[in-house]
Structures are given as C-alpha cells and as structure tokens.
C-alpha cells in the first residue's frame, strides 16, 4: 500500500518530499545508526521487558510495594551467607511481582512462590507479603561488583 502510494505521487523527477507537515526529517549530521530493534538488555531503568509482545514496558511507579532492608552488602568470602528479605504489598490492591534481570552471581529462593528467576508473576493481594532468601555464588562474581 505504502509503494502504491509513493509510486502515484512521485517521479524520478519530483521525488517524495520527507519534509512535508514536518512529519520526517533526514538529519544527514547523525553519526549513529537508529535501532528500532528493542532486546531485553536496552530496557532503561525503570522499564521491564514484556516478552509477549517484545519491547520494553514502563514500570508502575505509584505503587507502594517495599523491601525490609534498603541495602544487603555481601562479600566475595561469604559464601555460605544467606540473607532473607522481604516484600511488602502497602498498597489496598493485587500487584504482580516480576523480576526484571538476576545477576548471574545472584540465587534467590523463596517457599512461598515460584518468583526467583523466573518469568512468571508473583500475585501478591493488600497487605500480603513474600519472603525469600539471598545468596551469592562468589565465582561468577566479576571484580568491583
């Protein structure tokens, strides 16, 4: 439909006009090639990636949904650390918890829900909460994380 259209109204001669209503505009000063192919990896903060239709999706961000503790540290000698945490729904409606991206160093566990490392959504009602634990495996760890 697209080529039907350009065909009818332009020529060799008088070639489509990319300006008209402003609608395009070539930038002949770009030195970058514009990518319109999203990947899980170009989600910017505060964007998840909806692999249904895949793109990236901006996360809700009036939700009251929190952590227990703001900061864990770990250190490449513990090991055997397990730390537990948990997530609080605040809010008087049903979130879905998803995890973005887990490091590779990074194993989450949880009894309540099959949420660590996976795809699939965690439902959590008002005021539910779900704990889970933390561990580190010290090998994958990349210097300076």
């Avoid at 009818?8 to 030195?31: G, M």
């Avoid at 970058?32 to 793109?55: F, H, R």
Wanted: net charge negative.
């Amino acid at each position: 439909m697209a080529a039907d259209f350009l065909n009818a109204t332009t020529s060799i001669d008088a070639p489509y006009n990319t300006a008209t209503q402003n609608r395009l505009v070539n930038d002949t000063t770009a030195t970058e090639v514009l990518n319109l192919i999203q990947s899980e990896d170009s989600c910017a903060p505060g964007e998840y990636w909806e692999s249904d239709i895949q793109t990236c999706m901006h996360c809700p961000v009036n939700f009251d949904v929190t952590f227990s503790k703001k900061l864990i540290e770990f250190e490449a000698t513990d090991q055997e650390r397990v730390e537990s945490i948990t997530l609080t729904n605040n809010e008087d409606f049903y979130v879905a918890i998803i995890p973005k991206k887990l490091p590779d160093w990074l194993v989450l566990d949880s009894v309540e829900s099959v949420y660590a490392g996976s795809d699939i959504p965690t439902i959590l009602g008002a005021g539910e909460s779900l704990q889970f634990s933390m561990s580190i495996i010290s090998s994958e760890l990349e210097e300076g994380t």
